[in-house]
């Protein structure tokens, strides 16, 4: 049996239910040669309904199968438990939560537009201009503002996701930068920096092979670019 993508135990919550229930169908599809019988996929879902109102549930479907000697269809276990567990308004709540939805509330803007666009495929909505409207207000005001700036706005809302995306990246590049050069623009001051008068002078150690070889010609130290001696005796 492949141990992948395991079901996690369900509780009863209707806002997981939907996903749930997809990761046990998912994983019946990988060990479709372990599970070849409808008790057998029916045994394994119930085994994860071990938390909450989901054990209570699944308590109750072993008692009826006591009674009747079988699971039944896996069809009509899959037709059950949405019945009892799945959001029925799966639309209205939809749209609810996109209204409320936040990127400040999701974390980052890559999670809020993933959920955005579950939200977004949920509603059935076929507004763009609904989209965009609750887009731009849960949007950072930061990023907001950038893209009502520009001279023409999108009109879809994959257009917005994209151009959030765009300056988000492009805040996040001034930001690194501006920590940059923060650092050089405060240089310690004259008084608590005690210089050694006698201290070697790196930029003229610096020089081009061109000014290195002329060096050489005239017979100059490649450090104090003076005659008499080399750059050893320094």
């Given at each position: 049996e492949l141990?992948v993508?395991?079901?996690?135990?369900?509780?009863?919550?209707?806002?997981d239910?939907?996903r749930?229930?997809h990761s046990?169908?998912a994983?019946?599809?990988?060990?479709d040669r372990?599970y070849?019988?409808?008790?057998k996929k029916i045994?394994?879902?119930?085994?994860?309904m071990?938390?909450?109102?989901?054990?209570?549930?699944a308590?109750?479907?072993?008692?009826n199968?006591?009674?009747?000697?079988s699971?039944?269809?896996?069809?009509?276990f899959q037709?059950d438990?949405?019945?009892?567990?799945?959001?029925?308004?799966i639309k209205a709540?939809?749209i609810?939560?996109?209204?409320?939805l936040?990127?400040?509330?999701?974390?980052?803007?890559e999670?809020?537009?993933a959920e955005?666009?579950?939200?977004?495929?949920?509603?059935?909505?076929?507004?763009?201009g609904?989209?965009?409207?609750?887009?731009?207000?849960?949007?950072h005001p930061?990023?907001?503002t950038?893209?009502?700036r520009?001279?023409?706005?999108?009109?879809?809302?994959?257009?917005w996701?994209?151009?959030?995306?765009?300056?988000n990246?492009?805040?996040?590049?001034?930001?690194?930068?501006?920590q940059?050069?923060?650092?050089?623009n405060?240089p310690?001051?004259s008084?608590?920096?005690k210089c050694d008068?006698?201290a070697?002078?790196?930029?003229?150690v610096r020089l081009?092979?061109?000014?290195?070889?002329d060096?050489?010609?005239?017979?100059?130290?490649?450090?104090?670019?003076?005659?008499?001696h080399?750059?050893?005796d320094h």
């Amino acid at each position: 049996e492949l141990k992948v993508g395991t079901p996690v135990h369900f509780d009863g919550s209707p806002n997981d239910a939907s996903r749930w229930l997809h990761s046990v169908i998912a994983y019946i599809s990988i060990n479709d040669r372990i599970y070849t019988s409808d008790d057998k996929k029916i045994i394994l879902a119930l085994l994860f309904m071990s938390k909450g109102s989901a054990a209570t549930w699944a308590e109750a479907a072993y008692e009826n199968t006591a009674e009747l000697e079988s699971f039944g269809k896996w069809k009509d276990f899959q037709a059950d438990f949405k019945r009892t567990f799945v959001t029925k308004d799966i639309k209205a709540t939809a749209i609810a939560k996109l209204s409320s939805l936040t990127q400040s509330g999701c974390g980052s803007l890559e999670k809020f537009n993933a959920e955005f666009r579950l939200l977004a495929h949920r509603s059935t909505v076929n507004s763009q201009g609904a989209f965009i409207e609750w887009y731009l207000r849960a949007l950072h005001p930061s990023i907001s503002t950038q893209i009502l700036r520009m001279d023409k706005t999108p009109e879809t809302l994959e257009g917005w996701i994209a151009k959030a995306e765009h300056f988000n990246v492009q805040n996040e590049r001034i930001k690194s930068l501006r920590q940059g050069r923060s650092f050089f623009n405060n240089p310690p001051s004259s008084s608590s920096c005690k210089c050694d008068p006698y201290a070697m002078d790196v930029d003229a150690v610096r020089l081009s092979p061109t000014q290195r070889a002329d060096y050489m010609k005239k017979g100059l130290c490649f450090v104090c670019g003076k005659h008499g001696h080399r750059s050893t005796d320094h």
